[in-house]
């Protein structure tokens, strides 16, 4: 059964910081996906990883992908307020291979942004 | 922007009534799912559907769930008789292609069942 981890699973830090979410999981894969989520909200794609290596950037955020270690990592950099969301890392789940597969995701990590 | 709509935004119903939840995927998407996420916790995998056939599902996906694609547009999503622990917040997604793209989600249907 593939296992997603994320820590910290909540995480409350001051604007202007940087930090680090951290995603593990239990199965070979070279596809991972970021989401964000507003309370209530439907969750928005942030991030495609697609192969090893992969590191994409958007604003104050950056994602990276080492599917040797099975582990990726969003970081945050000198964060706003607005960034506080809850934020999931996903995987193609190993059933029948390629798209028709579901995502596991992880627990997400709720972020808050105190100003 | 094309997106994923999903009605009715929230749905009530009582245990033990049949339930319909309703998606219109992106037009270009062939590969089309349900996910749904209990109250604070994580989201969980239903069902995947391609070419006219569900193509895996998960544990959670008992004889209770059904899915459909009655005409070119809609995917719909039933519970034969809901209990109260199916009460969560249920999303459709859509994807283009094999694995290469990120999955699409709607805005999801609050069901309550009571």
């Known amino acids: 059964e593939l296992k997603v981890e994320q820590n910290p699973l909540f995480l409350s830090m001051q604007e202007g910081k940087n930090y680090t979410i951290y995603c593990n999981y239990s199965?070979?894969?070279?596809?991972l996906y970021w989401y964000r989520q507003d309370p209530g909200k439907s969750l928005e794609s942030l991030f495609v990883?697609?192969?090893?290596?992969a590191v994409k950037q958007e604003g104050r955020l950056m994602a990276s992908l080492d599917t040797k270690a099975r582990l990726s990592t969003l970081h945050i950099t000198a964060a706003v307020h607005d960034l506080s969301a809850t934020y999931f890392c996903?995987?193609?789940?190993?059933?029948?291979?390629?798209?028709?597969?579901?995502?596991?995701f992880g627990k997400g990590t709720h972020l808050i942004i105190q100003p | 922007e094309p997106e994923v709509t999903q009605t009715p935004s929230h749905q009530v119903t009582q245990m033990g009534q049949e339930v319909i939840l309703r998606c219109v995927p992106i037009?270009?998407?062939?590969?089309f799912y349900w996910y749904r996420q209990i109250l604070g916790q994580k989201v969980e995998f239903l069902v995947s559907?391609?070419?006219?056939?569900?193509?895996?599902k998960s544990e959670i996906f008992d004889d209770q769930f059904s899915v459909e694609r009655p005409d070119g547009s809609n995917f719909t999503l039933k519970i034969r008789s809901t209990k109260l622990e199916d009460s969560a917040m249920y999303f459709c997604?859509?994807?283009?292609?094999?694995?290469?793209?990120?999955?699409?989600f709607g805005q999801g249907t609050r069901l309550t069942v009571v």
């Open positions: 997604a859509s994807r283009q292609d094999r694995g290469f793209t990120e999955a699409f």
């Open positions: 199965t070979t894969s070279d596809r």
């Open positions: 990883l697609l192969s090893n290596g």
């Open positions: 996903a995987v193609d789940s190993p059933y029948s291979g390629g798209g028709a597969d579901g995502l596991t």
């Open positions: 037009s270009n998407h062939l590969y």
């Open positions: 559907f391609y070419n006219n056939e569900i193509s895996e």
